[in-house]
């Protein structure tokens, strides 16, 4: 069992910036590849960037790269997102996702809003 809670979201005018960090319960949190996506108001959630077990490999979407960066301290229990160049467009409820095999745990998510 994981258990996750985003934090770190809020306000921020375009061109700003934001750390959002994904705070993780339990010791098989480092055996997770992490993933976050986003929802925003009247659309599907959509992936944004995912983060391999150590850390090495990361990915991400269209929108997001080249701004977001994923990164991940094990010995934490905690995965980042940090995003740069804030865009309106990015406003959304953002959330991590821990996902193996048939394992499929998501936080609450944190509220990110960009003004233009």
């Known amino acids: 069992q994981v258990q996750l809670v985003e934090s770190g979201g809020g306000l921020v005018q375009a061109g700003g910036s934001l750390r959002l960090s994904c705070a993780a319960s339990g010791r098989s949190f480092r055996t997770y590849p992490m993933r976050w996506f986003r929802q925003a108001p009247g659309k599907e959630r959509e992936f944004v960037a995912a983060i391999s077990v150590n850390g090495r490999s990361t990915d991400y979407a269209d929108s997001a790269k080249g701004r977001f960066t994923a990164s991940r301290d094990n010995a934490k229990n905690t995965v980042y997102l940090q995003m740069n160049s804030l865009k309106p467009e990015d406003t959304a409820v953002y959330y991590c996702?821990?996902?193996?095999?048939?394992?499929?745990?998501w936080g609450h998510g944190t509220q990110v809003t960009v003004s233009s």
């Open positions: 996702n821990a996902h193996r095999g048939e394992n499929d745990y």
